[in-house]
Nanobody, 117 residues
Framework: QVQLVESGGGLVQTGDSLRLSCAASGRPFSVSSMGWFRQAPGKEREFVASITWSAGITDYTDSVKGRFTTSRDATRKTVYLQMNSLKPEDTAVYYC??????????WGQGTQVTVSS
């Protein structure tokens, strides 16, 4: 099992930037990928971005391509989500997740991101 703790959320204005962090502990060597998901009020949780732990290959949902960047620091066992040019529709609770054995098995507690217009 892997424990995940997110940080870095907050209240910003349209066009601002935020960087989320997700620190992993436990058995992170069993993790193949780390992902970012978000859930807005009244909506289902959606995929935002992911990064493979070993090679650093990234993937993004179309709505954040060119604005969000995910990265990882293997030494610190931490992944980041740099969010630029934020829009009100980016408002959500953001979660990080760890993929082990093909499934997103471990989740953080979430961090609120609110973008005001």
């Amino acid at each position: 099992q892997v424990q995940l703790v997110e940080s870095g959320g907050g209240l910003v204005q349209t066009g601002d930037s935020l960087r989320l962090s997700c620190a992993a502990s436990g058995r992170p060597f069993s993790v193949s990928s780390m992902g970012w998901f978000r859930q807005a009020p009244g909506k289902e949780r959606e995929f935002v971005a992911s990064i493979t732990w070993s090679a650093g290959i990234t993937d993004y949902t179309d709505s954040v391509k060119g604005r969000f960047t995910t990265s990882r620091d293997a030494t610190r066992k931490t992944v980041y989500l740099q969010m630029n040019s934020l829009k009100p529709e980016d408002t959500a609770v953001y979660y990080c997740a760890a993929r082990r054995s093909g499934d997103w098995r471990d989740w953080g507690q979430g961090t609120q991101v609110t973008v005001s217009s």
